[in-house]
T-cell receptor, first 116, second 108 residues
Framework: EPEVTQTPSHQVTQMGQEVILRCVPI?????FYWYRQILGQKVEFLVS????????KSEIFDDQFSVERPDGSNFTLKIRSTKLEDSAMYFC??????????????FGSGTRLTVV | DAKTTQPPSMDCAEGRAANLPCNHS???????VYWYRQIHSQGPQYIIH???NNETNEMASLIITEDRKSSTLILPHATLRDTAVYYC?????????FGTGTRLTVIP
């Protein structure tokens, strides 16, 4: 079964450093998403991306965050200057959408980001 | 404010049917009803979705009330591996928003 692949599985970074989280969505999917989950809390929407631009973003997704689809396969989330409160599990998701049908989101297994 | 509400926790005996309710009284006419689950810290796993009609797949059945204000996810024969947090998120075409879900514990 097709998967969304995220790398690395765990990243430790120092406060103030830039991090890039990588995702390879399912190849024929057109919609891409980032979510995060702080330990013990709910899954929070960050941003959606379609046709090489952001479709929607939440209040969490401020100027410190950016997303990019640098080639035909990767989808990245960059945090410019990490803060302690950015420590969380980050999930990438992708979705297929064709005329007349709606499909569910497929989530990756996540990247655990620890800011020290 | 959450647009879907779910009980925080439920128990189910192994082998019995698990019926998980969700209230979505403010859902709009073209919004789908989705169900996902999360086992430990893994990514949410898609289970099923529907618009108006009841749906069934290899994992579960989805019963949507006629007024679409609530739905029930049915796991027909719960196993220990079905222990997870179950979500009925809400949203539109560009996103899904997750609430706190129902923690289902399947008891041997």
């Amino acid at each position: 079964e097709p998967e969304v692949t995220q790398t690395p599985s765990h990243q430790v970074t120092q406060m103030g450093q830039e991090v890039i989280l990588r995702c390879v969505p399912i190849s024929n999917h057109l919609y891409f998403y980032w979510y995060r989950q702080i330990l013990g809390q709910k899954v929070e929407f960050l941003v959606s991306f379609y046709n090489n631009e952001i479709s929607e973003k939440s209040e969490i997704f401020d100027d410190q965050f950016s997303v990019e689809r640098p080639d035909g396969s990767n989808f990245t989330l960059k945090i410019r200057s990490t803060k302690l409160e950015d420590s969380a599990m980050y999930f990438c998701a992708s979705r297929d959408q064709r005329t007349g049908r709606t499909y569910g989101y497929t989530f990756g297994s996540g990247t655990r980001l620890t800011v020290v | 404010d959450a647009k879907t509400t779910q009980p925080p926790s439920m128990d189910c005996a192994e082998g019995r049917a698990a019926n998980l309710p969700c209230n979505h009284s403010t859902i709009s006419g073209n919004e789908y009803v989705y169900w996902y689950r999360q086992i430990h810290s893994q990514g949410p796993q898609y289970i099923i979705h529907g618009l108006k009609n009841n749906e069934t797949n290899e994992m579960a059945s989805l019963i949507i009330t006629e007024d679409r204000k609530s739905s029930t996810l049915i796991l027909p024969h719960a196993t220990l591996r079905d222990t997870a947090v179950y979500y009925c998120p809400w949203g539109g075409a560009n996103n899904l928003f997750f609430g706190t879900g129902t923690r289902l514990t399947v008891i041997p």
